[in-house]
């Protein structure tokens, strides 16, 4: 064998053939590192989208969690706060605003010195009510006849309302001024006379209850 090789060492032709021999060996292990390269590459740039998707995904889901549990919270936040209102409306007195006086005003004017008869309560909320009410007709230069009376049993809710069954205009304009302004009237009709106009001031009503006699 090793005289085989010396012999080869020795002959041009077997020397060139060795080299070229080599050459194309080191040619294609280049090609075959070149492509391991690229496939490193390609594999590698695979990895880097996939872990981009992952967590572009995962902050995806994290931002959709965080924008689902605020509009939780946005909607549990506006149901307690109208709750809140509800509550707060349901214990705060009763009151006329200043436009819806004016606007009962302005229309219970033409009908100067009508007569209207008007109870209170003992009860303070209503009392309050009541003047406020008894307010709005003085302002109106109507004749007030005021009753104070302490208990009643059952006791009244609301604002009842008597007139007779075919009222004169000052009525009308009475009962229309007081619808406009959202003051609901609890209207009972008798075969009195057509001016006759009787309001009785009873406890606030309580929102949601049963109606009360």
Not at 86 to 93: D, G, R
Request: hydrophobic share 45%.
């Amino acid at each position: 064998m090793l005289k085989r090789f010396l012999w080869t060492w020795g002959s041009l032709q077997s020397i060139t053939a060795w080299q070229r021999g080599f050459q194309v060996t080191a040619l294609v292990a280049a090609l075959v590192a070149a492509g391991f390269q690229i496939a490193a590459w390609v594999f590698g740039r695979q990895r880097e989208i996939l872990t981009e998707a992952r967590d572009r995904e995962r902050g995806e889901t994290t931002e959709r969690v965080r924008r689902e549990a605020a509009a939780r919270h946005d909607s549990e936040l506006a149901q307690a706060n109208a709750k809140i209102r509800a509550l707060e409306k349901e214990v705060a007195p009763r009151t006329i605003g200043l436009k819806e006086q004016h606007d009962i005003v302005h229309a219970l004017i033409p009908y100067e010195g009508h007569r209207i008869f008007i109870t209170k309560l003992g009860d303070f909320e209503a009392a309050q009510y009541a003047d406020q009410i008894i307010g709005v007709f003085r302002g109106a230069g109507w004749e007030i006849q005021e009753q104070d009376i302490g208990v009643i049993s059952p006791p009244p809710y609301g604002v009842q309302c008597t007139v007779s069954r075919e009222p004169d205009a000052a009525v009308k304009a009475t009962l229309t001024a007081f619808d406009k302004a959202g003051i609901g009237l609890d209207i009972r009709r008798s075969g009195a006379p057509g001016e006759l106009i009787i309001m009785r001031v009873g406890l606030k009503p309580v929102p949601g209850a049963a109606s009360h006699q």
